[in-house]
């Protein structure tokens, strides 16, 4: 059992407006994942757009040490100052997953600092998730690559920043390719994009991506316990004349 806590937010939009997607998720697509990884042995709560501060009030963040973010809809709708505070606290050391069109979200683009888009289909083609970076932890107990009979295709290119460590690359029935396993770190915070999840095909119930969640969640609640750095005005560790009249004392 492990004492890692996660708020797997959503938007919960689709899943309220569509029958298709309730079929679905009929309790919301951050229900499953909750589920998921409460099984694993996670402390999990979920948040929600709707909720007052979208959910994500001083407190819920302050007791986050990973955050889960799906949304698609209603990135418009989230405020800008939630969007801040999230960030300041990925820069302090709370993990990140960002998952499937949460690509476009406000704080995924904020910290990449790119537009983050992308090529997209919806066909309900097949995926291969292929692994390539067997020795990551996220990819602990998966095989040489998961499949999914439906997904949405999304291809390159894809405007992000160069991964610091690719663990996922896929390939689409159509023919395309695309970067869907992509890890950074900002800060002391690390982030992981994974691309798999449309609302309206069944991913979130496949044992293999819950695996990847569980996976993700572990190696981004470690952080990067980087001592503080010192910053400002700094005193000189050597004798240096500071008589001139331009210096700033």
């Keep these: 059992m492990t004492d890692t806590r996660v708020t797997v937010w959503n938007e919960f939009v689709h899943e309220r407006?569509?029958?298709v997607v309730a079929d679905v998720y009929p309790d919301g697509i951050h229900a499953v994942i909750a589920d998921a990884l409460e099984e694993r042995g996670f402390e999990t709560e979920t948040a929600t757009l709707q909720e007052p501060e979208h959910g994500l009030t001083e407190e819920v963040l302050a007791e986050t040490d990973v955050l889960t973010w799906?949304?698609?809809?209603?990135?418009?709708?989230?405020?800008?100052?939630?969007v801040e505070r999230v960030k300041e606290e990925v820069l302090n050391g709370?993990?990140?997953i960002v998952l499937?069109?949460?690509h476009f979200s406000k704080i995924f683009k904020s910290l990449m600092g790119t537009t983050c888009a992308l090529k997209w289909r919806e066909a309900?083609?097949?995926?291969r998730l292929w692994v390539v970076e067997p020795s990551h932890p996220i990819v602990a107990g998966i095989d040489d690559y998961i499949e999914l009979e439906e997904a949405e295709m999304y291809g390159e290119r894809f405007d992000v920043p160069q991964p610091e460590t690719l663990v996922f690359n896929s390939w689409f029935e159509g023919g395309e390719v695309f970067r869907s396993g992509c890890c950074?770190?900002?800060?002391?915070?690390?982030i992981f994009y994974f691309r798999p999840g449309h609302e309206t095909y069944p991913v979130y119930h496949n044992e293999e991506i819950q695996q990847v969640l569980g996976n993700a969640v572990e190696w981004a609640?470690?952080?990067?316990?980087?001592?503080?750095p010192v910053q400002g005005n700094h005193e000189p560790l050597e004798e240096i004349d500071?008589?001139?009249d331009r210096t700033v004392h």
């Design 94 to 96: 709370m993990g990140l």
């Design 124 to 127: 309900a083609e097949r995926e």
């Design 100 to 102: 499937h069109s949460g």
């Design 221 to 228: 609640a470690a952080g990067d316990d980087q001592p503080e």
């Design 17 to 19: 407006e569509s029958e």
């Design 70 to 82: 799906w949304g698609h809809a209603a990135h418009d709708e989230v405020d800008d100052e939630i």
């Design 184 to 190: 950074y770190r900002r800060g002391n915070g690390k």
């Design 242 to 244: 500071t008589s001139d």
